[in-house]
Antibody
Framework: QLQLQESGPGLVKPSETLSLTCTVSGGSISRSSYYWGWIRQPPGKGLEWIGSMYYSGTTFYNPSLKSRLTISVDTSKNQFSLKLSSVTAADTAVYYC????????????????WGQGTLVTVSS | QSALTQPASVSGSPGQSITISCTGTSSDVGGYNFVSWYQQHPGKAPKLMIYDVSNRPSGISNRFSGSKSGNTASLTISGLQAEDEADYYCSSYTTRSTPGVVFGGGTKVTVL
C-alpha cells in the first residue's frame, strides 16, 4: 500500500526559504501513471493547490506561488521536494504531499493517497 | 486562481440526504469531467470520496454520489450518518490562467 510522509522544519523565519520533502514508500515515484503534488491548508482555512510534478521533471505550479516555488524529484531516494522562498506569515499552513492521477494531455486530476501533513509556522 | 464556490455549511438529520454544490466556470468544472471531492475530519488529511465527477474509489460507500450540470458539480450524501460530519472540498482541473488544480472553499457538514 502506497504511503507518503512529509518531513522538514516546523518553524521558518520570515524571508527565509521553506523546504519540505515527501518520502514515498510502497511504490516507485518513477511510475509513469502519476504526478506528485503538494497542497497546503492554513489553520482554520481551506485547501490550496501548490504545484505538481512528473518524475521526468514536468511541473505545474499555482500561478500565485510560481515566482517563489520550486518542486523537484529525487528518484534515487523515491522522494520529491518543495522549496518556497521569501516566506511570510501567510505561508503558515499544514503542508500535504499526495500522489496525483492524470489524464492524457496531461490534465492533472485527483489526489490519492495523501500524506498525514506537516505544520509549518513562519515566525521570527 | 480563484477558488470554486461552495456553501459554507450544510446540515441534515440522520437518514436524510444532503447535497453540496460546487460552482466554477467553463475553464474548470464546466469544461472538463475532472471534478473530485474530498472528506476531511478535524486534524486529519483529506480523503478522496469521488473522482471524475461521479466515480467512487474502492471502499467508499455508495451513499456518496457525484454529478455535474453546466458549471456546477454536486456531491450528494444519502442516508446521512453521524460519521459523515466533516468538511468537504471539491476540486477541478483548470485552465483559467495556466493548467492546474483549483479547490473549493470547503463545506462544513453537520449532522443534527
Amino acid at each position: 500500500q502506497l504511503q507518503l510522509q512529509e518531513s522538514g522544519p516546523g518553524l521558518v523565519k520570515p524571508s527565509e526559504t521553506l523546504s519540505l520533502t515527501c518520502t514515498v514508500s510502497g511504490g516507485s515515484i518513477s511510475r509513469s501513471s502519476y504526478y506528485w503534488g503538494w497542497i497546503r491548508q492554513p489553520p482554520g482555512k481551506g485547501l490550496e493547490w501548490i504545484g505538481s510534478m512528473y518524475y521526468s521533471g514536468t511541473t505545474f505550479y499555482n500561478p500565485s506561488l510560481k515566482s517563489r516555488l520550486t518542486i523537484s524529484v529525487d528518484t534515487s531516494k523515491n522522494q520529491f521536494s518543495l522549496k518556497l522562498s521569501s516566506v511570510t506569515a501567510a505561508d503558515t499552513a499544514v503542508y500535504y504531499c499526495a500522489r496525483q492521477h492524470y489524464n492524457w494531455n496531461p490534465e492533472i486530476n485527483w489526489f490519492d493517497p495523501w500524506g498525514q501533513g506537516t505544520l509549518v509556522t513562519v515566525s521570527s | 486562481q480563484s477558488a470554486l464556490t461552495q456553501p459554507a455549511s450544510v446540515s441534515g438529520s440522520p437518514g436524510q440526504s444532503i447535497t453540496i454544490s460546487c460552482t466554477g466556470t467553463s475553464s474548470d468544472v464546466g469544461g472538463y469531467n475532472f471534478v473530485s471531492w474530498y472528506q476531511q475530519h478535524p486534524g486529519k488529511a483529506p480523503k478522496l470520496m469521488i473522482y471524475d465527477v461521479s466515480n467512487r474509489p474502492s471502499g467508499i460507500s455508495n451513499r456518496f454520489s457525484g454529478s455535474k450540470s453546466g458549471n456546477t458539480a454536486s456531491l450528494t450524501i444519502s442516508g446521512l450518518q453521524a460519521e459523515d460530519e466533516a468538511d468537504y472540498y471539491c476540486s477541478s482541473y483548470t485552465t483559467r490562467s495556466t493548467p492546474g488544480v483549483v479547490f473549493g472553499g470547503g463545506t462544513k457538514v453537520t449532522v443534527l
